[in-house]
């Protein structure tokens, strides 16, 4: 099958590495991928990233050459061109309104290249303005085209019930994420949970604590507000008045990095809360997988602009790498969790936070159960194998015979 994989940058800059192992499966499945970044922007940053860049076409988001081929496919098509503008204007605000009609001439630029390249399908990553491309792509095509949503995008809600009803399929990474499209669009269209996979390691490491050294916590997050990390600062405190003597590692850059920074000062927390900034994703696994740190941690609130968490994907690595996995109970953090795969505590709520880091610092037992628990559910559900059939199973049933 030939299928147009539309990102938002991928495979320039940082943020979606987590789609690697995906398109990286597409291709071993034997289907023939084109990955388009609608708006590349940023270096090479992951060398994981390094064997997708002969299946990426790669153009600015508004250059001459896609004017160009945007009069061309209109002058082709003009009443599917339309009927894409329309839908554009029905936009719910003028800046979401601005940022779609800017992505016009990129879709039926597209719409050109998925014809010409024979394409299958046209599936498009995120809720946002790549499937707004994707979506003019296949108005114009007609080639079907599906998309994944996920938690951000259900806030925006950039043109989701008009996407919903247009795509073949539209695919939710958590049960959360499903029921809450399905309240914003009110539409009885086909709306399926497909997890976002991984590449399981051979081997994790699956060892129990001796107690030689401090404990050791990870978080892998954006430094914003969703994610909480200010209460896990207040749990540290919280620990150390307790006698217990605990490290904290911090990956990922954000707004939010230099109050951070200041709180773990106030806390006197300097010396054992390190906020190291971005690190690569392949350099982050194979940190993990060698055994710097007991357990990840991720202390996600609702957001005051109502968002929540989806799954994230930086607890499904830890976890499948052999971490015990500590979160809270927002979004698909819960479903990810459930069973005893994780501890789950209320958002915002140090105390129990530090009570759940308490339990698996002093029991070595506990902490090597969820380490089990965790790797078990991530192998049972978060395969990547399993995903991408899942995917293609869903393409299949849209593409025509």
Not at 72 to 97: D, K, N, Q, Y
Not at 295 to 314: N, T
Request: charged share 20%.
């Amino acid at each position: 099958m030939k299928i147009v994989y539309v990102t938002t940058s991928l495979p320039h800059g940082a943020s979606e590495a987590f789609l690697i192992p995906e398109i990286n499966e597409l291709a071993k499945q034997g289907h023939e991928l084109v990955v388009v970044p609608f708006f590349p922007r940023g270096s090479i940053v992951h060398r994981d990233v390094l064997p997708l860049l002969p299946l990426t076409v790669v153009r600015k988001l508004i250059s001459p050459g896609i004017l160009a081929a945007a009069a061309c496919e209109a002058a082709r098509h003009p009443m599917r061109t339309m009927v894409a503008a329309a839908a554009i204007l029905r936009s719910r605000s003028f800046s979401i309104g601005f940022k779609n009609a800017l992505t016009l001439p990129k879709g039926l630029w597209l719409a050109r290249l998925a014809r010409r390249r024979g394409a299958d399908h046209i599936h498009a990553h995120w809720g946002g303005c790549s499937s707004t491309v994707a979506m003019i792509a296949s108005t114009v095509s007609g080639i079907p085209w599906s998309m994944t949503v996920h938690s951000w995008e259900l806030i925006e809600n950039n043109l989701l019930r008009k996407k919903t009803a247009s795509a073949v399929f539209t695919r939710t990474v958590s049960q959360f994420g499903q029921a809450r499209l399905s309240r914003i669009t009110g539409l009885a269209a086909p709306v399926r949970v497909i997890h976002l996979g991984i590449e399981l390691p051979v081997a994790p490491r699956l060892a129990m604590r001796t107690g030689v050294r401090d404990f050791r916590l990870i978080v892998v997050a954006n430094l914003v507000e969703i994610k909480g990390i200010e209460f896990l600062i207040e749990a540290w405190k919280l620990l150390e008045s307790r006698g217990i003597v605990l490290r904290i590692d911090i990956f990922g850059d954000g707004p939010l990095k230099r109050k951070l920074k200041t709180l773990a000062v106030r806390a006197g927390a300097e010396s054992y809360i390190s906020l190291h900034g971005f690190i690569s994703h392949d350099l982050l696994m194979s940190e993990i997988s060698d055994g710097h740190w007991d357990a990840i941690v991720l202390p996600s609130i609702f957001a005051d602009d109502g968002q929540e968490e989806g799954i994230p994907i930086c607890l499904v690595e830890a976890m499948a790498r052999g971490l015990a996995a500590i979160g809270t109970q927002t979004g698909g953090i819960s479903e990810l969790l459930a069973g005893g795969a994780g501890l789950l505590v209320p958002p915002r709520d140090p105390g129990a936070l530090a009570d759940a880091i308490q339990l698996l610092q002093s029991s070595p037992q506990s902490c090597f159960s969820l380490q089990v628990k965790g790797r078990k559910k991530i192998e049972d559900e978060f395969a990547i194998s399993r995903a991408v059939r899942n995917l293609i199973e869903q393409i299949e049933v849209c593409v025509p015979a």
